[in-house]
């Protein structure tokens, strides 16, 4: 066993030094004032912790943290799993749905974010959304402009931007499960639903454990959609954690 630890020490340095060497150092700087300029240490030295649990701000950030979170598992975690299935039944073309899927992994976050606020959730008929519901005569709805709109379309927005990572990593994982077990379940009787839910779920089980796990990471981590789409407004229905935190240090 030497030997294995020895071939892992310098792993372990790197990742003692660049991922643990920062949280400990953030641990360091929320015990003090400082401009990372000037620093000196804070009297006492929680007083950090009592201002941030004392801000009704920040309670509101983990609500509205948490409610993204949860929309996001419902709507997004499951959609990714549905095109993948789809698309692996289609049997010409597939090439070209896998690259339709990716490609809005590719635009810069930032441009997709601009690209949905001024042309997807423009308030005004222009808006891409509000033609098409003025279409069936249903009047323009202001989508980032009301409390109770405004999460919900940047959880459409987060959903579009994200699943085709997702949608990649479940066609690999559709593409390793033995054809042998769909032709049994089709001796068997079992229709298109029946194999998704007896045989499909079932050979996916790791990855969507390991997909469920990266959702809750990077839902809880949600800052540049909030940022620039909302500014975290309207009256703070959108701020989350993240952008609280950008505004306590550049604001």
Do not use: C
């Not at 660049?18 to 015990?31: A, D, K, Y």
């Not at 423009?122 to 959304?129: H, N, R, T, W």
């Not at 709805?141 to 949608?167: K, Y």
């Amino acid at each position: 066993g030497l030997a294995n630890l020895l071939f892992l020490l310098p792993l372990l340095a790197i990742f003692g030094v660049f991922s643990w060497g920062p949280i400990v150092e953030s641990f360091v700087i929320s015990l003090q004032h400082t401009n990372f300029v000037v620093t000196s240490w804070a009297d006492p030295l929680w007083s950090n912790f009592t201002f941030v649990f004392n801000d009704p701000t920040f309670w509101l950030a983990v609500r509205n943290t948490g409610y993204f979170a949860l929309l996001a598992l419902i709507f997004g975690y499951p959609l990714p799993l549905i095109l993948a299935v789809l698309m692996r039944e289609v049997k010409r073309y597939r090439a070209v749905f896998s690259v339709l899927a990716y490609l809005p992994v590719v635009v810069l976050p930032v441009v997709s974010a601009e690209l949905w606020k001024t042309v997807f959730f423009d308030a005004g008929k222009s808006g891409v959304f509000n033609t098409i519901l003025g279409w069936v005569g249903i009047p323009p709805q202001p989508w980032i402009q009301t409390v109770g709109s405004a999460m919900p379309s940047i959880v459409l927005e987060a959903t579009w931007a994200a699943a085709g990572g997702t949608i990649i990593i479940y066609l690999a994982a559709l593409t390793n499960v033995p054809a042998e077990l769909y032709d049994a379940a089709e001796v068997d009787g079992a229709g298109i639903w029946q194999k998704l839910w007896h045989v499909t779920l079932p050979q996916l089980r790791g990855i969507m454990l390991v997909t469920f796990i990266l959702q809750i990471i990077g839902t809880s981590q949600i800052f540049l959609e909030p940022y620039l789409i909302t500014q975290g407004g309207p009256v703070q229905s959108t701020t989350t954690i993240m952008l609280l935190i950008f505004q306590y240090v550049f604001q």
